[in-house]
């Protein structure tokens, strides 16, 4: 595999990982199924995500994970008990994809980049979803369940069909953000005396 190759991969994984701070089974489903149909190549040690068994398994879980976040209490539940569950499910499918890298510094680099941003946004995603579902007495809950639920489906998608997506996305959110920051620096800076 060469440095393209690789790099392609390593985006792919970085996408499907952050997926993971929506939703814990629906990116590892959606990678089974990208396995099962040949449109992913998994590592040789990650070929069971591939494998019916464990598409079955995932379409399992993931319907009920879906159910289940629709009730607020439970979603609040289940956000708490996915918490260390989102960084695993991350760096598992980040290194799932990557072929021919040092595994010291494949497993690093997922468990950072994959499994901790999966872990920041699930973190935050829970903690701002708590609020709204406070403010609401729940009423919100399967409205943005169902948001969540469409962000943990479409994303991976987008990253399979077109990893340069995730680097896309990555050059925008530094664009706007240095951008803002230059916007609010310039407000900021005391005028000619």
């Known amino acids: 595999m060469g440095f393209g190759n690789t790099f392609l991969a390593i985006l792919t994984g970085l996408g499907l990982s952050v997926a993971c701070g929506f939703r814990v089974f629906i990116p590892p489903l959606i990678t089974s199924i990208a396995a099962q149909t040949g449109y992913l190549e998994l590592a040789e040690s990650f070929q069971w995500l591939g494998q019916w ?11 009920g994970e879906v159910i289940a976040h629709e009730f607020p209490v439970v979603d609040d539940v289940l956000n708490v008990v996915e918490t260390p569950l989102v960084p695993i499910a991350a760096t598992l499918l980040s290194v799932s994809l990557i072929t021919d890298m040092d ?11 994959g499994g901790g941003s999966a872990g920041a946004l699930h973190v935050a995603r829970s903690f701002l979803k708590s609020l709204l579902n406070a403010s609401t007495a729940g009423v919100s809950t399967p409205v ?19 990893p340069v997506f995730v680097l ?3 050059l925008v959110v530094v664009g706007v953000t240095a951008f803002a920051l230059k ?11």
């Open 53 to 63: 068994p464990t598409l079955i398994a995932l379409s399992i879980a993931t319907v």
């Open 103 to 113: 595994p010291f510094l494949k497993w690093g680099l997922a468990a950072i980049a």
């Open 144 to 162: 943005v369940s169902l948001v969540e639920d469409a962000a943990a489906l479409v994303t991976p998608i987008l990253v399979i069909l077109a």
């Open 168 to 170: 896309f996305l990555f």
């Open 183 to 193: 916007k609010w620096m310039g407000k900021r800076q005391p005028g000619p005396a």
